[in-house]
């Protein structure tokens, strides 16, 4: 596990068999979600991995704009493509709110790829189920 802490933001990195398990907390600003997002990247372990669950049901808020979550999803779609899975399976959960509705939707309109399946949860239980039932029949998503 590693821990990490900027002015705002907490969040807790689990590396998983499987995949990785990003816990947040705190106020989400552009600055520190880039942060996350390069150390992510950057990491030789996202090579291997099938999924990615981000858990923002601890967050205070989210402090972006459409035009950050353009870029911020460019950078996480280019930065992936040396994925050696051929699918990668990204999961959010969080509070179903039409601000979060809203920034899902416009993060998930520019990671559109044929390589990504992206899919917003509101309970870990339904986002566990999906990411590791390959292939199987999965829980319906929120949105």
Known sequence: ?????????????????????????GIVTVEEAFILVQSLLTDPRLKNCRYRIYDFTGIQRIDQDENSLKSQAAISKSGSFSLKRRTHQIA???????????????????????????????????????THSFGSPTPRPLF
């Open 92 to 130: 959010f959960v969080g509070k179903n709110t039409v601000h979060n509705r809203r920034l899902f939707q416009t993060y998930s309109k520019y990671m559109s790829s044929p390589n990504f399946e992206l899919r917003f949860f509101q309970s870990m239980g339904e986002a566990r189920a999906w």
């Open 1 to 25: 596990m590693i821990l990490r802490e900027t002015s705002l933001l907490k969040y807790s990195t689990h590396w998983e068999s499987g995949g990785v398990f990003v816990q947040i907390t």
